[in-house]
């Protein structure tokens, strides 16, 4: 058991010195399903699994860009409130729709690039056995993905629009103090 948990410290410890290098991180993840593509490519086989990996990447890609709270299951919340004989909301300007609420990830980052390694690392793995080079036509997988991955974005897009947020840091990074440079 000492053994156990001497390895599990070590994995712990080589994660938290990877965890600042966001974008070294990043382009050894796209480094590593350049290998797994390839592997594909020149293997011709284990389509599924390549379709299960790219599925459950586009899982962690919409949770990545969902708010934690989601506003409209508070919105939903609240009208349940109302019709069961709750208080109506004031129409005077409430501290949720006024106050500045910082964009809070359903799924961060750091966890988003840890699972996408990890399912990379065993996506790779199992095109080294024979068990799971299931004969299917890739063709309509690839289809049936992009297919999925336009109405799912569509959906998230317009989410995001009609609920007004961002998922992402653009424009200028504010500055205080004596900071100016």
């Not at 790219?54 to 019709?83: C, G, T, V």
């Amino acid at each position: 058991m000492n053994t156990l948990s001497k390895y599990q410290r070590l994995y712990q410890q080589q994660l938290d010195r990877w965890t600042p290098h966001v974008l070294q991180r990043w382009l050894a993840l796209a480094g590593l399903v350049a290998v797994f593509f390839l592997r594909i490519v020149f293997a011709q086989g284990w389509y599924i699994v390549c379709y299960a990996l790219a599925i459950y990447l586009l899982n962690l890609l919409l949770a990545f860009l969902q708010p934690k709270f989601d506003p409209s299951l508070e919105e939903d919340l609240l009208a349940d409130e109302i019709e069961e004989g709750g208080d109506v909301p004031s129409p005077l300007p409430s501290q949720r729709d006024d106050e500045f609420r910082p964009f809070v990830r359903r799924l961060p980052e750091w966890q988003f690039w840890l699972s996408s390694t990890k399912a990379t690392l065993i996506a790779l793995f199992c095109t080294f056995s024979e068990v799971f080079d299931v004969p299917v036509y890739w063709p309509i997988l690839v289809v049936y993905f992009f297919v999925l991955f336009a109405l799912t974005m569509r959906k998230q897009i317009q989410h995001m629009i009609k609920y007004k947020y961002v998922p992402f840091d653009i424009g200028r990074k504010a500055r205080y103090g004596n900071a100016a440079r």
